[in-house]
């Protein structure tokens, strides 16, 4: 992630912070300045080099489901501490601060909506909120939103931004993964579909379980996608990794999604999948 | 027999009670009464040691290189084992077993991880660390005991999926994922013994089933006390790996208060390679009586009480409107 980092804009909730005088800032990947007035009418994607900016799940609400508009569901989830894990922090502090800083209550948002009229069940998660990381708020919601394709179905997009399961919950959060995937083979089993948007980064246990198993996977591009850490296989293998290792670009070329796709695109091309993939019964 | 740092007394007690022995029948003395003493003694420590062992020391326990291993389990347990090798798409990967085995008149599949005993071992099997053709692999094992009404018997061993190049180019992440999915499609029974390390994705990427057993100084984690040291403490985080595990609870007592594990298979005193033959019999018993519970459930109700086992794991608050 180190590579990556240098790169690219910090944490979400950071990117207004970042520019008090509000009408200029710097693209990271390239240096370009940019008014944020344009940036923020292309989608934040660098006109020039197509660098993405990373986005709150708010944007992605707005960019994709008619009239910016989510049925809120599970909102009132939030993380307890089972193992009360403190490090420099404690865990209910460190969650403390995250829904401070972000404004959410937890790393990812859950409803309803419609893409072009046709009802969806939609997840979105928030790369802002402890890395986006999945404890058993997460899964709880993603598990439910699969339950909601289920019950009423419609098909399910989930639009990933995480670093992985979420430590300060231990093995409960290593058993979303199982949690979430074993719900996904009902829908697989239920010919409803389901569509994977991968944003940057989307990594580790998130990678590894739900967000790698859509009928359907898409990346945004330049997006970092793996399964281990950057530093701990520099670690193993005691060489440089490759440059473009684990990117959007890399998952194409290895045969792990179904191609990529810039932002402005994104809402035309999942209704463009969903009018071919409908919910057989 | 190699020992552990915190196990230093009690080798040392031993190494003078052989000692002892030996010269006593080389001068041919009466000695009885003093060695009685020395391995009453020894006991006492042995238990003192043992018995309160922290949760790194359980970690050191389970990667101890006289533990028994999923090779070891098999050939102790079953007969008539036929090995299967290869995932029909890329290779054959060494840190996993796949197999067919007899198991007291059952005929089962056996999956497991295994990791090398001596150097060469090691380097072959990848320290117990699989490639996305490995989780493959296990796939078209568990796939082939569905078609063939197998029960399933799998052996978790690992300190994690290989972080590598290849294992990145060839979908690590993928394979794990599929699995998951796939096997809570699989109309068998699951029975799953965390023998040693169950490192994360690595070790749940074959670890789903109708019930899951650890052995007692076994571990299983989110990420090991290491990897989750690495991340919190930049500074100097050699000497946090017993924070780490204590803050991670790692061990099978832990599990087993969190609600993921069914029962705790106890090890003799210092742990399973002290007295392999009887953990042998014990694993045995546990698995035995599990496929014998299970094998009574229809299929599909089988499938769903594995999803429900699965669905209702988590721990949140929900919060009150206002």
């Not at chain 2, 990667?63 to 090995?83: G, S």
């Not at chain 2, 094992?141 to 590598?164: E, H, M, N, S």
């Not at chain 2, 979908?171 to 390390?197: S, T």
Request: aromatic content about 8%.
């Amino acid at each position: 992630m180190e590579l990556f980092k240098k790169n690219q804009n910090s944490q979400p909730d950071q990117r207004k912070k970042e520019l008090p005088d509000g009408l200029w800032t710097k693209c990271n990947n390239c240096g370009e300045i940019i008014y944020i007035k344009e940036l923020e009418k292309n989608f934040w994607v660098c006109h020039k080099c197509d660098f993405h900016f990373r986005i709150l799940s708010s944007d992605y609400i707005g960019l994709i489901l008619d009239e910016g508009k989510l049925d809120e569901y599970d909102g009132n989830l939030i993380s307890a501490d089972p193992l009360e894990f403190k490090d420099s922090k404690r865990y209910p502090d460190r969650v403390k601060g995250a829904i401070k800083n972000t404004g959410l209550k937890e790393a990812i948002v859950c409803g309803c909506g419609t893409i072009d009229t046709k009802p969806v069940s939609f997840a979105v998660m928030n790369f802002g909120f402890v890395g986006g990381s999945m404890g058993s708020v997460v899964g709880e919601k993603v598990a439910r939103s699969i339950e909601r394709s289920l019950e009423k179905r419609i098909p399910l997009i989930i639009i990933s931004a995480s670093g992985g399961a979420r430590m300060q919950e231990g093995i409960l959060s290593l058993m979303q993964m199982a949690k979430t995937s074993s719900l996904l083979a009902l829908l697989y089993d239920q010919k409803i579909p389901y569509i994977s948007v991968l944003t940057n980064p989307t990594t580790a246990g998130v990678m590894a379980s739900y967000a790698s198993l859509g009928d359907i996977i898409i990346a945004e591009p330049q997006a970092l996608l793996g399964f281990a850490g950057q530093r701990v296989i520099k670690q193993t293998i005691g060489q440089d990794l490759p440059k473009g290792f684990q990117s959007s670009e890399f998952f194409l070329e290895h045969g792990f999604i179904d191609f990529i796709c810039h932002r402005r695109d994104l809402k035309k091309q999942i209704s463009s999948l969903l009018n071919y993939l409908k919910v057989q019964d | 027999m190699q020992y552990l740092d915190f196990e230093k007394p009690i080798f040392e007690l031993e190494k003078k009670i052989s000692e002892l022995k030996e010269f006593a029948d080389g001068e041919k003395l009466e000695i009885s009464s003093e060695i009685k003493i020395l391995t009453a003694k020894l006991e006492r420590l042995q238990r003192e040691i043992y018995k309160k062992m922290n949760r790194w020391q359980r970690v050191k326990i389970a990667r101890h290189p006289a533990r028994p291993y999923t090779l070891d389990y098999i050939e102790a347990l079953a007969t008539d084992f036929i090995e299967l090798h290869g995932d029909r798409g890329y290779g054959d990967d060494k840190a996993i077993v796949v197999g067919l085995a007899t198991l007291e008149g059952r005929r089962v599949l056996f999956v497991g991880q295994q990791k090398g005993r001596d150097v060469k071992q090691r380097q072959f099997r990848n320290f117990g660390m699989c490639h996305p053709e490995g989780y493959r692999k296990a796939l078209r094992g568990f796939q082939l005991a569905d078609r063939f009404k197998l029960p399933i018997v799998i052996l978790i061993d690992t300190p994690g999926a290989y972080p590598g190049i290849e294992a990145e180019e060839r979908g690590q992440a993928e394979a794990i994922a599929r699995n998951l999915r796939e096997m809570c499609r699989i109309r068998v029974p699951i029975v799953v013994v965390v023998i040693g390390e169950g490192a994360s994705g690595g070790a749940l990427g074959i670890g789903l089933g109708d019930k899951i057993f650890m052995l007692e100084n076994s571990w299983y984690s989110v990420i090991s006390p290491e990897g989750c040291a690495a991340i919190l403490w930049k500074e100097n985080p050699q000497e946090k790996y017993e924070t780490a595990a204590d803050a991670l609870r790692v061990t099978a007592q832990d599990a087993m208060g969190l609600g993921i594990v069914d029962k705790i298979i106890p090890e003799p005193l210092g742990g399973a390679h002290r007295d392999p033959g009887k953990v042998m019999d014990l694993v045995r018993k546990y698995i035995l009586g599990a496929l014998e519970e299970l094998e009574r459930i229809e299929p599909a109700e089988l499938l769903a009480k594995r999803l429900a086992k699965y669905r209702k794991i988590g721990v949140f608050e929900i919060e009150k409107e206002n």
